[in-house]
């Protein structure tokens, strides 16, 4: 076990993490942060611990003796273990007994839709997730189940799936099988893809559903070879896939791929064998660069205990955290309407808003603004966000391949792009 899964797992016991500044108040604003730190999905909020404490810890800095509303920023950090029931007991720990108003999390769909109608929608406190991408959250939105209380700084799968099916066939899959998790992400992930990727004249052969944490997964992976399919596409998280591909290429599977986002992790490349992955391509969610973005790709390779910039919900959850930060700010009180409220108000184009960017100094900067009572908009890591009615932005797609275990960036489809597929297809 790594030194970071180590002092990882010792804050999840519960402890809050307090980044320690010079010249800092003496009270701390503690906001939790429910994310997988085993499980499936634990390398995801492994990254996603590390972005909080280096935000967290550029914002006191930037806010030095006066504090974020007069006290210092810290999170206490629990782990779901990539399991709905263990996250939702978590959260209610942190809302119930330790009166949090705004939470970080989860990273899976499967975690943060029964956080959100479980406990924190209930409960009138904020949830911001840096990586849960199901359709489902804007449908609950739209049923006014999340109340306004769900923000996510990661574009919805409805977006994704068309990318994905259109990046599918200009790479001259047009023919394959698929293999997908089976949980709300998988489910509506491959809905979307489908819906798209048949319209524009790809043919599915199989459609599988594992079940996570499965010891095997041999007969999952001799179903979708069935008819022997030129092509996979791989739909889940990098801790059962690297099983699942390692499975399927001992069956005499293709080489050729198509991932979803998260699978372009360094652990399951490795695990895989980069040599086996030569023809694997990828979307995810992407980013218009910013200083926000040079800045994190030279901060946080530094402070991560081995993660570097492009690892998977990495860039989103530092967005995530700045933005609760300055939202704190500009409430000028640790009360969750009052954040709720802020986190549009830091984001929003409104007129005359001042750019702000990431980093001690681009914080200090939003920091006199938001004192000075001026309007201020944070352009972060992954670019100018905006948040719906129901907490969902819209963005650009990252189109991606592996090359000798690297990855490497091949295109972008933007949101105008996915849209005009979009306009495409049939209707539902």
Known sequence: MNKLLISTLALAA???????????PSCTHTVGMVVSLTGAAARFGQAASKSVELAF?????????????????????RDAQSQGSVA???????????????????IISSVSIPIVTSVTAPAGVVQISPASTSPTLTRLGNEGTT???????????????????????????????VIHVNNDFGVNMIAEFRRAYEALGGKIVSVTP????????AAEVT??????????YFIGYPGDGTTVIRTWLQQGGTRKFLFNDGMNAADFVKGVGPQFLNDAYGTSSGTNRTPSTEYFAKAYPAMSGGFDAGAPAADRAFDAAAILGLAIAHAGKFEAAAIRDGIRRVTGPTPGAEVVHAGPEGFKRALQLIKEKKPVRYVGVIGAVEFDRNGDIVGPFRLWRLVNGEVTTVGQMSTEDVQAVQARLPPR
């Open 147 to 177: 109340k306004g209380w769900f923000f996510r700084t990661i574009t919805s799968d409805a977006l994704q799936g068309t990318a994905a099916a259109k990046y599918a066939l200009d790479q001259g899959m047009n023919t394959l099988a």
């Open 14 to 24: 519960g402890a809050a993490f307090v980044p320690a500044q010079a010249q800092s």
């Open 57 to 77: 810890n550029d914002l006191n800095a930037a806010a030095g003796a006066e504090g974020i509303a007069g006290c210092r920023l810290g999170f206490d950090l």
């Open 88 to 106: 939702v007991d978590q959260a209610r720990q942190l809302v119930d007994l330790k009166k949090v108003p705004a939470i970080v999390g989860g």
């Open 223 to 232: 179903n979708a070879l069935k008819g022997d399919p030129p092509a996979l």
């Open 210 to 217: 594992y079940n996570q944490g499965q010891p095997s997964y």
